[in-house]
């Protein structure tokens, strides 16, 4: 599994918006790493920005 993959994943089980830092602690990936896919899958439309700073599954 891929580190997008891990994202939207965390993202799904969570349930709820989550920080960069929460996605990371809760993937077991590199805050670093989460950053690079973050950006790559908003602009892919896979996830969204509620509010500043926190990711979203797109709906």
């Known amino acids: 599994m891929d580190t997008n993959e ?3 994943e965390t993202l799904k089980s969570a349930g709820k918006p989550m920080k960069a830092g929460e996605i990371a602690e809760a ?3 590199d805050k670093k790493e989460v950053d690079k896919a973050i950006k790559k899958l ?3 439309g896979k996830i969204e920005s509620p ?3 926190f990711y ?3 709906k």
Do not use: F, Q
Request: hydrophobic content about 40%.
């Open 56 to 58: 979203d599954i797109k």
């Open 6 to 8: 891990k994202v939207i």
């Open 27 to 29: 993937s077991g990936v």
């Open 51 to 53: 509010k500043r700073c």
């Open 42 to 44: 908003v602009a892919e």
